[in-house]
């Protein structure tokens, strides 16, 4: 069976390979968010429209609503953060899914199954896991 290359990764070919994910994806994010963040602020600060739309949700009591969507949101990221840093170590790319392994002899009529073991079943669990974190959102 092959053995997991963590040099085979994209994100070692793209520099964070060391890196924390759990610290790259979110920072990453953010930076791709600013131009929306500013944005709105400067939206919320100078539209007329838009503050009858934020005095609106005051009055409805949305905070806890948006604080909830919001830690939602940042659990996701700590997911995919997961996700990606078994991925790095496994030597898996996008667009694979999942590591299989054949059971038995010879190929033939043998059972495939996904690896449980290693880096390449802690790559298939983080994957399994976002997977059913996205079906039980929708």
């Known amino acids: 069976m092959p053995k997991p290359d963590r040099n085979q990764s994209d994100f070692v070919k793209l520099g964070v390979g060391e890196t924390s994910m759990f610290l790259w994806v979110p920072s990453f994010v953010t930076f791709l968010s600013l131009p929306g963040i500013i944005g709105g602020c400067l939206a919320m600060k100078w539209s007329p429209s ?14 806890p609503l948006y604080l909830s969507v919001s830690f939602m949101k940042f659990m996701l990221l700590m997911m995919q953060a997961s996700l990606n840093s078994a991925r ?14 054949v059971v038995g002899g010879a ?4 059972m495939v199954l996904m690896d449980d073991s290693g880096p390449f ?3 298939n669990r983080a994957q399994r896991g976002l997977q059913n974190h996205y079906e039980q959102v929708r």
């Open 50 to 63: 838009v503050q009858a739309r934020v005095s609106t949700l005051a009055t409805l009591s949305a905070g």
């Open 107 to 110: 190929a033939d009529g043998a």
């Open 121 to 123: 079943g802690q790559f």
């Open 88 to 101: 790095r170590e496994s030597g898996i790319n996008v667009p694979d899914q999942h590591v299989y392994k």
